[in-house]
C-alpha cells in the first residue's frame, strides 16, 4: 500500500470515528434528556396526585361549611318567624321614650 492511499484510509477512519464520536455523544445527550423527562414526569404525577388530594379535601370542607350554612339559614328562619309571632302576639303598651 501506497503512503498516499495509507494516508487516505486514515483520514477516512480518522472522519468516521469523529462520526462515531458525534453519534455516541448525541445518544448519550438523549439518553440524558429521556432521564431528564423521565424524572420530570415522575414530578407531574406526583403533583397532579397531591393537587388531586388538596382538591378532594377542599371539596368536603366546602360541602361542611355549604351544610352549615343551611343550618344556619333555616335556624334565622325560625328565630325571625318567632320574633314576628311574639312582636305581633305582644298586646300594645305604652309609647316609649318619652312619646305622648
Do not use: F, W, Y
Request: aromatic share 0%; glycine share 10%.
Amino acid at each position: 500500500m501506497s503512503t498516499v492511499s495509507l494516508e487516505a484510509a486514515l483520514k477516512r477512519l480518522e472522519g468516521a470515528l469523529g462520526q462515531l464520536e458525534t453519534a455516541a455523544q448525541r445518544k448519550l445527550d438523549l439518553e440524558r434528556r429521556r432521564g431528564d423527562l423521565e424524572t420530570e414526569l415522575a414530578i407531574m404525577q406526583d403533583d397532579r396526585s397531591r393537587l388531586a388530594t388538596d382538591l378532594d379535601g377542599a371539596l368536603s370542607r366546602l360541602k361542611q361549611v355549604e351544610s352549615a350554612a343551611g343550618d344556619a339559614v333555616m335556624r334565622l328562619d325560625r328565630a325571625m318567624l318567632a320574633i314576628g309571632s311574639a312582636i305581633g302576639d305582644a298586646p300594645p303598651g305604652p309609647p316609649r321614650n318619652g312619646g305622648h
